[in-house]
């Protein structure tokens, strides 16, 4: 059997990866062992460089230094942007031919995409798109941070996504939600396909790890975990802390940093209510959040995608806005509480009921753990690409 090689483009940098504690996810972009060699690529990078990931996968950034000034100058980055698109092309090409590269997948439909379809225009490697989010939703959320931009304009962007996912051989949605509007972005409806986030849940069996922070003696922790943004609702964390003020047995903790950390924390710090009932931890390490989630007497997930699946495989009852594909891993009162988006009297309810009945609180956390095991275990997720894969690459099982 042919040993089958990936090149992965993502907008992304190995610096910020780091900081936000994700870079290990990059060794799984094998799919368990499915591709023998992994070529990832990161074509706007902050340096240029090649750094190894594990044996028989490098990692090459194509960074904003090839020009002088580009890596401290945005406005020098902005009108560098076409030669470090060619150059992003011209690189993925040579690696693409000199590595034999079977399949060439980007990350979203944007940059990485238009790199990697432009770098795979002379060569037999089938090009495909990954869609990670309902990027018009997140640019309702946040129409600032919160989807990529072409030279400031969404709309360009839009129509940018709109050329490169009709050119996509496969487009890849990692939830079934998002087909719909992937198909209304230019999406040929027979080139869609699911490959579901993969977690390894290893972190959620065995004894709990001792957590960096423990509420005060009769307090349960409300925990919010994850980027501190508009689109994840940062807004409704702090209203939902003046709601409970009545409540001396509720403390809401915040961990994650994000391009609104600075604002959350100057509201903060000016309310005396929200300084008693919120406890800002700031960034924390994966493990850490981990950690916290299992011993959270509620998981506080209003927006997430790989927060939402480590919510509920922590065991602890997880509430969530009913948006996006919530629905898809929490069934409302059995695996999960899901409420209307932006009701936050709603979501005061749901958590006061769960923290005041924690026979009930037990069982949809119990229910939420062995539903996020059955979908999104890492090692039942890799089956499911690897079969994807065969189908792109002209081989079938039997």
């Not at 009545?246 to 903790?253: K, Q």
Request: glycine share 8%; hydrophobic share 40%.
């Amino acid at each position: 059997m042919k040993a089958f090689k990936l090149m992965f483009v993502a907008s992304s940098d190995y610096d910020s990866l780091k900081t936000k504690g994700v870079a290990a996810m990059l060794s799984e972009r094998s799919e368990g062992g499915f591709f023998e060699r992994v070529i990832s690529v990161h074509p706007l990078a902050k340096k240029s460089r090649v750094i190894p990931i594990k044996p028989g996968h490098d990692l090459v950034e194509f960074g904003f230094d090839f020009f002088r000034g580009g890596a401290s100058s945005k406005l020098l980055r902005v009108l560098y942007s076409p030669f470090y698109i060619v150059r992003a092309a011209f690189g993925i090409a040579r690696i693409v031919h000199e590595e034999g590269i079977d399949v060439v997948r980007a990350s979203d439909p944007y940059w990485a995409a238009l790199v990697a379809w432009l770098g795979t225009r002379r060569s037999n490697a089938h090009f495909v798109i990954s869609v990670h989010a309902d990027w018009d939703k997140r640019h309702q959320l946040d129409p600032k941070n919160g989807a990529p931009k072409l030279f400031g304009s969404r709309g360009a962007a839009r129509l940018l996504a709109r050329f490169l996912l009709g050119r996509a051989e496969r487009v890849l949605c990692i939830r079934k939600s998002l087909f719909l509007p992937v198909e209304r972005s230019g999406a040929r409806l027979k080139a869609l396909r699911l490959i579901p986030h993969g977690v390894d849940l290893t972190s959620f069996c065995g004894p709990s790890k001792p957590t960096i922070y423990t509420p005060p003696v009769g307090c349960k922790m409300v925990l919010f975990a994850g980027r501190l943004s508009c689109e994840n609702y940062v807004d409704d964390v702090l209203e939902l802390g003046r709601r409970f003020n009545a409540r001396e047995d509720v403390l809401i903790v915040i961990a994650g940093g994000g391009p609104e950390e600075e604002r959350l924390k100057k509201i903060i710090d000016s309310d005396p209510v929200l300084q008693k009932k919120l406890h800002f931890l700031g960034f924390v390490s994966i493990v850490q959040v981990l950690a916290l989630r299992r011993v959270a007497s509620v998981n506080l997930v209003l927006m997430g995608g790989y927060s939402l699946i480590e919510s509920c495989a922590s065991g602890r009852p997880t509430v969530a806005y009913d948006v996006e594909w919530h629905s898809e891993l929490i069934e409302d009162g059995l695996s999960g509480r899901l409420v209307p988006e932006g009701d936050v009297d709603c979501l005061v309810s749901v958590i006061g009921s769960l923290l005041d009945d924690p026979d009930y609180a037990e069982k949809i956390g119990r229910n939420g753990r062995e539903k996020a095991f059955r979908l999104h275990d890492m090692k039942k997720v890799f089956k499911i690409r690897a079969s994807i894969y065969r189908e792109i690459l002209g081989e079938r099982e039997g």
